[in-house]
């Protein structure tokens, strides 16, 4: 069974820069485009940034200057920078990956999110 896991939550000063990572666990043949989400309270999950194997990025328009996204293909671990933390970046942050399975299947798969709460 192929998961993403994030880490690096938690609560945040206002100002301050975060990173999260994401790494996946289990047997799959590779892993295409990877990104992340998050969910505000009260909100619907909205993109962020994405990057593909050969590090191409994508990022959502409000997301482009303060995420940085980047990508390390030899383990597929993704991570998220985000700098000057604000209170309106308080979020459950997802990790997304397009997964090919080893029966050659494409698995869409999501982390169980990593909380990130910004106080002032």
């Known amino acids: 069974q192929v998961q993403l896991v994030e880490s690096g939550g938690g609560l945040v000063q206002a100002g301050e820069s975060l990173r999260l990572s994401c790494a996946p666990s289990g047997i799959f043949r590779e892993i295409k485009s990877m990104g992340w989400y998050r969910q505000a309270p009260g909100k619907p999950r909205e993109m962020v940034a994405s990057?593909?194997?050969?590090?191409?990025?994508n990022y959502a328009s409000a997301a482009k200057d303060r995420h940085t996204i980047s990508r390390t293909d030899a383990n597929n671990t993704v991570p998220l920078r985000v700098g000057s933390l604000k209170r309106v970046d308080t979020a459950v942050y997802y990790c997304?990956?397009?997964?090919?399975?080893?029966?050659?299947?494409?698995?869409?798969?999501w982390g169980p999110g990593a909380l990130v709460i910004v106080s002032s």
């Open positions: 997304n990956g397009a997964v090919v399975l080893e029966n050659y299947q494409l698995l869409e798969a």
């Open positions: 990057i593909t194997p050969g590090g191409n990025t």
